[in-house]
């Protein structure tokens, strides 16, 4: 059991530490490979930077020091990513600032080339940032707006939406500006959920549409069109309303 639990800890410190080295945890939406979470080449200055802050006096470095020290204790303690790791990465910027600073002060010829280089690394991830499609990400969804704002108008006791992206209460609060109060009062969770999911709130659930069982049609469904084209839809009891991604399902009077 012991020694489990001690090859468990060790196993999340290396991961942890190939995380930070590296600059990223293999998920797409935490960092870019490409790019890491402060530029593949600020490592090297990042070093520079723990050297001399552990030499410095300097009471800014030893707050900074002890930060970095308790921080890597604590990776040893969980499965690690980048959100997870994130107390870590205040202290790593910091030194490689100092490592930086200390480079381009002793080599002033650095002072212009580094330059350049973190210009163009930042320009070059603008770029690959804005022209990124996310909606590839199950975790994103930037075509929700309107397909929301036309079913919350809708005159329907219940709207149920097929969670085909991560969080969908989060966009659904958002567009329909809920009262914090009105979302407190009736919220519902999953059970026996890793994190917290929320089930339902106000009139709108959130299920895969497949767990929908036994309604009574007065309701709305929103759906991905993906989604959609393979349900054996009734035509001569649902309406069709085809917005962006989605399909909105609802009863014909």
Not at 46 to 70: D, P
Not at 93 to 110: A, P, Q, R, V, W
């Amino acid at each position: 059991m012991v020694s489990t639990f001690s090859t468990k800890c060790f196993s999340n410190f290396i991961e942890s530490i190939k995380i930070i080295a590296t600059g990223t945890d293999g998920i797409g939406w935490n960092s870019y490979k490409t790019y890491g979470i402060t530029y593949i080449i600020s490592l090297p200055f990042t070093i520079i930077g723990i050297i001399r802050s552990i030499k410095s006096n300097k009471n800014i470095n030893k707050i900074f020091n002890i930060w970095f020290i308790s921080s890597l204790i604590t990776l040893f303690f969980f499965i690690p990513n980048i959100n997870r790791i994130n107390i870590i990465i205040i202290p790593i910027i910091y030194y490689s600032i100092l490592g930086l600073d200390f480079i381009t002060t002793k080599f002033i010829i650095t002072y212009i080339l580094l330059g350049i280089c973190y210009l163009t690394l930042f320009v070059d991830f603008i770029i690959e940032y804005c022209i990124t499609d996310w909606n590839n990400f199950s975790t994103f969804q930037n075509q929700v707006e309107n397909v929301i704002e036309y079913v919350d108008k809708l005159k329907v006791d219940k709207i149920y939406f097929d969670y085909s992206f991560k969080e969908t209460y989060i966009y659904v609060l958002f567009y329909t500006k809920v009262n914090p109060h009105e979302f407190a009062n009736t919220v519902k969770y999953r059970e026996n959920a890793t994190y917290e999911r929320v089930k339902s709130f106000g009139k709108y659930e959130f299920y895969s549409i497949e767990e929908i069982k036994n309604t009574n049609l007065k309701e709305a469904y929103v759906i991905p069109i993906q989604k959609a084209e393979v349900l054996d839809i009734e035509e001569d009891i649902w309406n069709k309303i085809y917005i962006n991604n989605f399909v909105v399902l609802q009863e014909k009077v």
